[in-house]
């Protein structure tokens, strides 16, 4: 791996914007990358067939399921490491060292439990208190995004990706949501029925009420030195998944619970009634370039 990287080879890193996810577990590196390196501290260096390290947050966009649309408020970071296969170009994410691939990032649900929502005809001043009263307090929920199946198991395809057309980033996840009511086990979406996001940079084609989206590969620049690339104002997309109902809500009375949530967030919801817009920045640089810096 050469120390420059080439436009093409760093606009891959878009696709792992993501949202964004579970564990990918690697052993850890025997040393912590220093100076500017220092960002990819949780690179699986130890890991000899690693190309590429990668850091990703997500600052910005929304998740539309069924009804509700949970807008992304707090940082979600996705940090690990890539394996290019040479002879076929393919290439498998792995997870970051300690195996915290995916920081827990909890959004705050608009209208919490109960869908309540301040009016719009109150000044915005005020909108602004109770949404917060109402978001924050017993009523109030949060979701999480998480990866439903092992890093590894991301598809990336950069040539998609490039040529911002078709799928670049395949991930499968599910979405925990959280309250003092709902207890510590309600999700949509399930390890064996994931939400599955078929991300593009380019433009969907998701069937009616949904129309087209366009997503956006963003601006590319490096250090000084061209061993760290930088990839700001990137957008992945997909608006045309399907969203399973919710289950594990309410503990031992899930069988009432259950049923109220889906109620409430209008799931399961048919592929054409749910949004994905992931937009952040990226960095990356070559594996062998950070072990230097160790």
Do not use: W
């Not at 940082?75 to 002879?87: A, K, S």
């Not at 705050?108 to 602004?128: C, D, H, I, R, Y």
């Not at 760290?228 to 009375?253: E, H, K, Q, Y």
């Not at 619970?257 to 009634?273: I, W």
């Amino acid at each position: 791996m050469v120390k420059r990287y080439t436009r093409s080879r760093a606009s891959v890193l878009l696709c792992l914007c993501s949202l964004a996810v579970a564990l990918g577990v690697a052993s850890p590196a025997l040393a912590t990358p220093k100076g500017e390196f220092a960002i990819f501290s949780d690179c699986p260096l130890s890991n000899s067939e690693i190309t590429a390290c990668l850091l990703a947050k997500t600052e910005s966009g929304e998740f539309v399921v069924g009804k509700k649309t949970v807008p992304i408020t707090n940082t979600i970071t996705l940090q690990g490491g890539v394996i290019e296969d040479r002879e076929t170009g393919g290439e498998t994410f792995v997870g970051a060292a300690d195996g915290n691939t995916l920081s827990k990032a909890p959004q705050t649900v608009p209208g919490g439990l109960l869908g309540v929502v301040a009016p719009e005809f109150l000044p915005p001043f005020l909108q602004v208190i109770l949404n917060e009263f109402i978001d924050k307090g017993v009523t109030g929920v949060t979701a999480t995004t998480e990866l439903a199946v092992p890093a590894s198991s991301i598809g990336i395809n950069e040539k998609n990706l490039l040529q911002s057309t078709g799928v670049a980033l395949t991930l499968p996840v599910k979405v925990h949501l959280e309250n003092a009511f709902l207890g510590s086990s309600c999700y949509i979406g399930s390890d064996s029925q994931p939400l599955t996001l078929n991300l593009t940079t380019g433009t969907t084609s998701p069937p009616l009420p949904n129309k087209p989206i366009k997503g956006n590969r963003g601006t590319i620049e490096s250090n000084e030195e061209g061993t760290i690339l930088t990839i700001a104002d990137n957008s992945l997309v997909d608006n045309a998944f399907a969203a399973p109902g919710a289950s594990g809500c309410g503990g031992i009375l899930s069988f009432l619970v259950d049923p109220a949530v889906n109620a409430t967030l209008g799931v399961p919801a048919q592929a054409g009634h749910n949004t994905a817009i992931l937009g952040g920045t990226l960095k990356q640089a070559g594996a062998e370039v950070v072990r230097e810096h160790e």
